[in-house]
């Protein structure tokens, strides 16, 4: 459920209840912070668009199920905000970063087909939109990919998006730090999107700031 379903939700019931709810409390919730973690990229990609599929050179990364990320950068009154660079980065297919300190014991480093890394910049409506894969879990971690928002050189959000339902979002200590309302900002729904891609999934991740 996104933030601004919630919100809805909210203030309809307190309507039915015949509770007045002051205007403060009509806000959008703010999309929690969560930790960077140690595989922000510590050399960026050559390629570093919001298509992590497609890496100049090398064939399509197809070690994974095809997932569409969409959202909006939206402030606490609701107003999208333009001229927010969005980066996203996570693991490939098989569990590892593009970084150099992710190191298994089998010696394996993350498919160079990957991108593992993105950005864009919001547009006047707040939107922006990635092609990668849909997450999945590695040794300690549920499925999530990492979110940074910033506007010129200052820093404005790090966060985390999670996949609704999953079952490995118990064991998670990071997700399980979080509030009620916490995990309903950052947990998204993927599904079915056939109007997007073929055989493709879309999950829609609105960030308030």
Known sequence: MSTRI?????????AAAGIVVPAAARALL???????GPFYPDRMPPDIDADLLRVPGRKPYAKGKVAH??????N???SPLAGIKVEIWQCDGAG???????ARSDGQRADPDFQGYGHV?????????????????????????HFKLTRGDRHLLTTQMYLAGNPGNIGDGLYQSLSSAGKRAVTVAFKPADTVETGALLGVFDIVL
Do not use: K, M
Request: aromatic letters at 8%; hydrophobic letters at 30%; charged letters at 30%.
């Open 121 to 145: 910049v919001t547009r006047r409506d707040g939107a922006f939109a990635f092609r990668t894969i849909r997450p999945v879990e590695y040794p300690g971690r549920t499925p999530h990919i």
């Open 69 to 74: 990320v969409r959202g909006r950068v939206l």
């Open 6 to 14: 919630h919100r809805r939700a909210l203030l309809a019931g307190a």
């Open 30 to 36: 703010l999309t929690p912070r969560q930790t960077e």
């Open 76 to 78: 606490r009154r609701g």
């Open 96 to 102: 590892r970063y593009h970084h150099s300190g992710d």
